[in-house]
């Protein structure tokens, strides 16, 4: 079976430190990947999604960027956090072009 | 076009009572509609999906009922109880493309 994980599960850091967050896949081969942020209380973002080792497409301009190093790996980065940054981050995947996204647990990332 | 609408943004509803959440979309190229299920300080899992060639689908006490001609859909929880408490977002999607997600819907049911 398939299994998604995040981490850390929580973090809280500074305004202007570097970030990154890790997201793995086992049990699958070749999935689409996704980032997805959710400010409180509100609905899902997608900030970025990968079809392949090193493709990335960006859905909004921010302060972010992303990497997938390998096939099953997907990290989320930042130079200098902003207070905006702040919130809860979710992995998710998908066979290929599927319509079925399976979530991470997330990492909620406090920026103070 | 590719917006889904969700309402309402929060419900309140007695144990065993019906919960309705109701979503609309423009695009008619979306062929695949599910419901995600988020508790507090999970990732949304897969609840309930539908396709546009059935008008309703029915898992447990969770019925998706779709009507293409208003291109709405709706998430009906049947007997809700409170287990059921979470935020309910609907989706769509299209061939090829990413998956576009309503707003949310926090959910409470008290007993």
């Known amino acids: 079976s398939q299994t998604i994980h995040q981490w850390p599960a929580t973090l809280v850091q500074p305004v202007g430190s570097p970030l990154s967050l890790e997201c793995t896949v086992e049990?699958?081969?070749?999935?689409?990947l996704y980032w997805y942020r959710q400010a409180a209380g509100r609905g899902l973002q997608l900030l970025f999604y990968?079809?392949?080792?090193?493709?990335i497409s960006s859905e909004v301009p921010q302060n972010l960027s992303a990497s997938r190093p390998q096939d099953r790996q997907f990290i989320l980065s930042s130079k200098k956090l902003l207070l905006s940054d702040s919130g809860f981050y979710l992995c998710?995947?998908?066979?290929?072009?599927?319509?079925?996204?399976?979530f991470g647990p997330g990492t909620r990332l406090l920026v103070l | 076009q590719q917006q889904v609408k969700q309402s309402p943004q929060s419900l309140i509803v007695q144990k065993g009572g019906i919960s309705i959440i109701n979503c609309a979309y423009e695009?008619?190229?979306?062929?695949?509609f599910p419901w995600y299920q988020q508790f507090p300080g999970k990732g949304p899992a897969l609840l309930i999906a539908?396709?546009?060639?059935?008008s309703e689908k029915k898992e447990g006490r969770f019925t998706i009922s779709f009507n293409k001609s208003a291109k709405q859909f709706s998430l009906h929880i049947m007997d809700s109880q409170p287990g059921d408490s979470a935020t309910y977002f609907c989706?769509?999607?299209?061939?090829?493309?990413?998956?576009?997600f309503g707003t949310g819907t926090r959910l409470q049911v008290f007993p």
């Open positions: 998710a995947w998908s066979r290929g072009t599927q319509e079925t996204q399976y």
């Open positions: 049990g699958t081969s070749n999935p689409n």
């Open positions: 990968s079809v392949g080792i090193g493709q």
């Open positions: 695009n008619t190229a979306f062929d695949y």
């Open positions: 539908i396709r546009p060639d059935v």
């Open positions: 989706a769509a999607w299209k061939n090829t493309d990413k998956l576009i």
